[in-house]
């Protein structure tokens, strides 16, 4: 056992930039950060020698410079099979609990890429003893009874998932005596994402019989940990117990509301608040859009090659110096009255002079047998959520445009035996990714059209594969299987307000924006 850590009496003020694990910019704003720090916080680290050592090592140093950072940071060292490890029930390396004594919470595995957000947040909540719940998911949560064990399986880089993991972790907070939040990292341990069947993340287990996957309003999260069934239609009939009812205008009066805070939604609301409106903007997932999920962007105006995710924190942060921006918070219903328009979500109703779609696309699904019965179980929409999975694994990408072929390039380049199924004899795709797969040596099965998609055993283990030109069939052994086939518009709420629709569902308007309805407008991909 290692004793704890040291914390210098300056901060790390004066230090060597050398002796910084954590890059120079980064030592500056956690500083700043954890400079709000009320309570003391202790991070208990396990490790094992010759499991995960670059994890550990990571852990390690990240671990000795935040304590370095606050006199308020505390770090402790163990050993997997120590008896500390095993009075905390430890048995993964690494493995860090934050201040245990207290509240059930736990990172197993390195809390790198995306995952690092929610790690630092779950920090700063415990210093301030503050769960950050709202007070309708308060009063859900004083509802429940029983013993809750929550565990978020996740990957490096899902844009999805620490956004789940804190919501487990608020609730982890608010009822310490009944709830425990952990955050599964499936690369690191993926004896765990076998033992608990996970197939795509975030993937949520609220009990061992009751789990979801996606990310979450918090409403609904909590909502589902209190009761321990799908909640998602309970929520949109507004009639669930404990949850505060709202009255016209209680979340606000606005100019304009912007439904989606995709890179369409965060321009308009930038520039309508620049232009003196009162705006705000409500998004039912996360802020970014299908960008958010693209691994890579390349040729964004000033930059030659920038990860999605990366690029939507950036317009992100950019837009919220203008407007106010609302994740997990989706519109249900769109009613136009005599000043304007109500805007009706899980949280109440919001009122505006005008609005603007900004709802995007959502993957398109391929239509074939098996696809719904193995989603989650093989089936994958999202590379850079799922591609984590499939290391040493062979999975087949469906499609031939953009999308697909980028979606092959990453998970090749993640060590996947990675195939191209396109039902024709060329790619629709730009010509560099035509290049770039060429080049990488993906195979490529031509004129074929994906007939069944089989299991066994509830996961995907192969492909039925017809010919487009012979009708000939065959099967395709994998592991899975990532479907790159287009998108389809979210169009609920302009069919909800009579907004004119192209033949192929997409928003109709014209040079301004303007849809059909005075006072509706539109953006982004839900425009085509």
Request: with cysteine; proline share 5%.
């Amino acid at each position: 056992m290692t004793p704890d850590y040291v914390n210098d009496s300056d901060n790390g003020a004066g230090q060597e930039q050398s002796d910084w694990f954590l890059p120079q910019d980064s030592v500056k704003q956690l500083g700043e950060l954890f400079a709000n720090m009320k309570d003391e916080v202790t991070l208990e680290l396990f490790t094992q020698d010759g499991y995960n050592d670059p994890y550990n090592e990571f852990c390690v140093n990240f671990t000795r410079d935040l304590a370095r950072l606050s006199p308020r940071i505390k770090v402790n060292l163990h050993l997997i099979g120590s008896a500390q490890a095993t009075k905390r029930e430890v048995t993964h390396s690494p493995t860090i609990l934050i201040s245990p004594d207290k509240y059930a919470i736990r990172f197993t595995g390195a809390p790198v890429g995306e995952e690092g957000r929610s790690f630092l947040t779950a920090i700063m909540q415990v210093s301030l003893n503050k769960s950050g719940l709202s007070a309708a998911s308060e009063g859900l949560l004083a509802e429940l009874q029983e013993q809750r064990a929550v565990k978020v399986f996740v990957t490096p880089n899902c844009p999805y998932c620490p956004g789940q993991v804190l919501n487990a972790i608020k609730a982890a907070i608010a009822r310490p005596d009944l709830v425990s939040a952990e955050s599964v990292e499936i690369d690191e341990h993926p004896d765990l994402a076998e033992k608990y069947g996970v197939g795509s993340v975030p993937q949520t287990n609220y009990t061992e019989s009751f789990g979801q996957l996606g990310l979450m309003p918090e409403e609904r999260f909590i909502l589902e940990l209190v009761t321990g069934k799908d909640a998602e239609k309970e929520l949109r009939k507004g009639a669930v117990p404990g949850m505060p009812q709202a009255e016209a205008g209680e979340p606000g009066e606005f100019d304009l509301v912007i439904v989606g805070a995709g890179p369409g939604g965060l321009t308009a609301g930038i520039y309508a608040e620049r232009s003196g409106l009162k705006t705000i903007i409500l998004e039912k997932a996360i802020v970014g859009g299908q960008v958010a999920t693209t691994p890579v962007v390349e040729n964004y105006p000033g930059y030659a090659s920038i990860p999605g995710k990366t690029l939507m924190d950036i317009m992100s942060e950019h837009a919220r110096q203008y407007a106010r921006i609302h994740e997990g918070e989706g519109v249900n219903s769109i009613t136009r009255t005599e000043e304007g328009f109500e805007l009706t979500t899980d949280r109440g109703i919001y009122t505006a002079k005008a609005v603007i779609l900004s709802t995007g696309a959502t993957y398109r699904k391929l239509g074939a047998p098996g696809e719904e019965k193995y989603f989650g179980r093989g089936v994958n929409y999202c590379a850079s959520c799922d591609g984590y999975l499939y290391k040493s694994k062979r999975v087949a990408v469906v499609g031939g445009g953009n999308t697909a072929l980028t979606d092959a390039l990453y998970m090749k380049n993640l060590g996947i035996e990675v195939t191209i199924i396109h039902r024709r004899d060329v790619f629709r795709a730009e010509k560099h990714l035509q290049d770039s797969v060429d080049r990488a040596g993906i195979p490529v099965v031509w004129n074929t059209a994906v007939e069944e998609i089989v299991g066994d055993e509830g996961k995907v283990t192969g492909l039925r594969l017809k010919d487009t030109e012979t009708g000939a069939t065959r099967e395709l052994e994998i592991d899975g299987v990532f479907v790159a086939v287009g998108y389809i518009p979210h169009n609920e709420l302009a069919k909800e307000l009579g907004v004119e629709l192209d033949a192929t569902g997409f928003i109709v308007t014209d040079r301004s924006m303007r849809t059909n309805i005075p006072g509706v407008y539109a953006c982004g991909d839900v425009t085509g």
